[in-house]
């Protein structure tokens, strides 16, 4: 039964494969057996092992000579496997910049798309292949053009850290602010996987600086939350908000206190973030998921920096409470030296020395009681089971 090319409903006769001698002859480049195939009527169309084409397969390779002659031969430029990968987009994905050169001058389609929605332009940019990406602009290729995902090609090369691509696309014009679904922008993605080459060149070029995502993350807020401090020093000092808030009302601040980011926790601090900025759902401060977390060295900071150690959430629990609660006993006596109130209620209450004692927290109680911390008979017991920590 012959092979056929499912876009171009071109079939190869059967006598053409058992040595593969044309298939071959594309994959390595041999250009005398290539013409000696044409001249004895190969169908140039045809699809081959892999579901290629001979043109894809001279592509992928970078055998521009025989790119060349395949055209020449009538190649379908446009011919695409089942996954809509042209010729053209192969050569783009592998950087392959003269068999570019050979389709795009011969009229290949710049903008086909896979069935994921991405373009020659697209890999390119993904794949960091800066060259291909600057002659796929200059032939007019879509700059903004989106794959399923909403991603461009300005966003793949921003989230892979390919800084000459990225640079490039600016320059062209590309849309700094297109955004995925979600609404990430190119300058977040950026900005959540560190890569601080093109933070930079997107914040010179005008990229919105607190454009936020569905959630309401902005650029800063990810960069804190991923600990890359020298990205979050750009965003800072380019003038990104320090107290902007994601849907739950956690703050930059509060993200890097809750993931134990020191370093970007100290940059807010420094910059005038507020320390006490709570989450909406429960009233969590930064100070008090740093006691929580068991983030020793964000409590010692925030302690310093003057942050409410006391500030309660919405039951009343304390971060001395909460510290006491997870036996994080190194916190616990963090804020007992710091003065926390070691008497302080929740509603129901419970004081942190007797949420110690019902957890069995031992080292915990032994340091509440050593700093003369009360039980009070009338705080109301509950089970371990019924006490669980803020999330």
Not at 39 to 57: I, K, P, Q, W, Y
Request: aromatic share 4%; hydrophobic share 40%; with cysteine.
């Amino acid at each position: 039964m012959p092979l056929v090319n499912q876009n171009t409903s071109e079939s190869h006769p059967d006598t053409f494969f058992p040595d593969q001698t044309f298939y071959n002859a594309c994959l390595h480049g041999d250009l005398d057996q290539v013409e000696r195939s044409l001249a004895e009527g190969v169908n140039v169309n045809a699809v081959m092992s892999g579901d290629f084409t001979a043109l894809m397969l001279a592509s992928s390779w970078g055998h521009t000579d025989v790119v060349e002659r395949l055209i020449n031969a009538g190649a379908n430029l446009d011919a695409a496997r089942s996954n809509g990968a042209t010729a053209l987009f192969i050569a783009a994905e592998f950087g392959n910049t003269d068999c570019m050169k050979r389709l795009i001058n011969a009229g290949a389609d710049l903008n086909a798309r896979t069935s994921y929605g991405s373009t020659p332009l697209y890999v390119a940019a993904r794949k960091g292949n800066t060259d291909c990406v600057e002659r796929l602009i200059n032939a007019g290729a879509d700059l903004n053009a989106r794959n399923k995902n909403g991603a461009t090609p300005l966003y793949i090369a921003a989230q892979k850290g390919n800084v000459d691509c990225v640079e490039r696309l600016i320059n062209a014009g590309a849309d700094l602010n297109a955004t995925l679904s979600d609404g990430a922008t190119p300058l977040l993605v950026a900005a959540a996987k560190g890569n601080t080459e093109c933070v930079e060149l997107l914040i010179k070029a005008g990229a919105l600086l607190d454009a936020r995502t569905e959630d309401g993350a902005t650029p800063l807020f990810v960069a804190s939350q991923e600990g890359n401090t020298d990205c979050m020093k750009m965003l800072i000092n380019a003038g990104a908000d320090l107290n902007i808030r994601i849907k739950s009302g956690a703050s930059p601040t509060f993200i890097a206190a809750q993931n134990g980011n020191t370093d970007c926790l100290i940059l807010l601090i420094e910059a005038g973030a507020d320390l006490n900025a709570a989450r909406i759902k429960d009233g969590a401060t930064p100070l008090f998921m740093a006691a929580q977390q068991n983030n020793i060295y964000s409590l010692k900071i925030l302690i310093e920096a003057k942050a409410d150690i006391n500030a309660q959430i919405e039951d009343g629990t304390t971060p001395l409470s909460i510290a006491a609660q997870e036996n994080n006993t190194e916190c616990v006596q963090l804020l007992i030296n710091a003065g926390a109130d070691l008497n302080a209620r929740t509603s129901d209450g419970a004081t942190p020395l007797s949420i110690a004692t019902e957890m069995g927290n031992t080292e915990c109680v032994r340091l509440l009681v050593n700093a003369e911390a009360e039980m009070r008979k009338e705080a109301v017991k509950k089970t371990k089971e019924k006490r669980h920590a803020v999330r």
